[in-house]
């Protein structure tokens, strides 16, 4: 079998709410909940390793933006494949800052071995193999089948592929985001979820109902302050953009699609502030700045 260097993009993900629902099947645990996928993601490259000794020697490994790094769901991703490879990220996110990057790195890895390696998978079952390996590794719930899915994804009924069921909002946003530090995801979801996930169900409930922009980034605030998320300097900025207002909105920006007047939320899980428009240039940050992505993650390089 020929084997070959694949990549793939995936793309950032943030979290706008959601509510935890495990399961014995890693398959099937996840969350329900909402978000956005963005233009800012991770490149994932999978160099596949023939010789079993050359890869003892340091072959078998993981750099992210060129220095060595373990992600535990990207071993997984390459055990659950039967791939030893050589896996390289390249990313402008920031990391643990509720950019699912760890996400982004299995799903990349899964969809680039897939390819590599010719093992000859479908997008369902490389989805559902990253999915499963950050269940189990405590890093998300809900990342990878938003990842695969993109544009902002409404996260319906928790799961992988043929458990999970997926919609979303027809619409298209600038986003500018504000990181002031990491934020454990894996201390979260391992403690007390039981008021993190009624605040989530209450805010999912609120989207279902009106499945626009602006209930998206309102739901999205109560559930912060619900699930008492929030850190000081998200709240700040928070605050510095709702106090500026909304100038210049009307109904006709929402359905242009551009997010403008809809204030700021938090990252989930991550002490990061993002906002639609320019809510946070507007009050005199210096964001970060991409749009949503349109599409979900995907190959970009197959090269022999």
Avoid: K, W
């Avoid at 369902?124 to 544009?151: K, S, Y």
């Avoid at 940050?285 to 991409?290: G, I, L, Q, R, T």
Wanted: hydrophobic letters at 40%.
């Amino acid at each position: 079998m020929n084997r070959q260097r694949a990549t793939a993009f995936v793309p950032g993900h943030v979290t706008a709410f959601f509510s935890a629902h495990p399961a014995e099947d890693p398959a099937v645990a996840g969350s329900r909940g909402a978000g956005l996928t963005l233009s800012d993601g991770v490149d994932v490259t999978v160099d596949p390793v023939d010789d079993a000794s050359a890869a003892d020697d340091g072959l078998d490994a993981l750099t992210l933006n060129g220095e060595s790094a373990s992600i535990g769901a990207v071993a997984d991703v390459l055990s659950a494949l039967g791939v030893r490879a050589r896996v390289t990220l390249e990313t402008d996110l920031p990391i643990g800052a509720g950019f699912g990057v760890s996400g982004a790195a299995a799903l990349g890895t899964a969809l680039a071995a897939n390819a590599a390696a010719d093992r000859g998978r479908s997008e369902n079952e490389l989805v559902r193999v990253a999915h499963a390996a950050e269940v189990e590794r405590g890093t998300g719930l809900g990342d990878v089948v938003a990842q695969a899915r993109g544009g902002l994804p409404i996260r319906v009924e928790p799961g992988a592929p043929g458990h999970g069921e997926l919609d979303g909002i027809p619409a298209h946003a600038r986003v500018e985001y504000v990181t002031f530090g990491e934020l454990s995801t894996e201390d979260v979801l391992a403690g007390d979820t039981s008021t993190l996930s009624a605040a989530g169900e209450h805010a999912f409930s609120r989207l279902r109902a009106d499945p626009r922009l602006p209930t998206l980034m309102d739901a999205s605030r109560e559930f912060a302050e619900r699930a008492d998320l929030l850190v000081p300097e998200v709240a700040e900025a928070m605050e510095a953009v709702a106090a500026a207002g909304d100038p210049g909105h009307d109904d006709s920006v929402d359905r242009a699609g551009d997010g403008s007047g809809t204030g700021a939320s938090m990252a989930m899980l991550g002490r990061t502030v993002f906002a639609l428009g320019t809510g946070l240039s507007d009050v005199g940050y210096d964001p970060a700045v991409c749009h949503t992505h349109p599409a979900g993650a995907r190959l970009i390089e197959e090269e022999r």
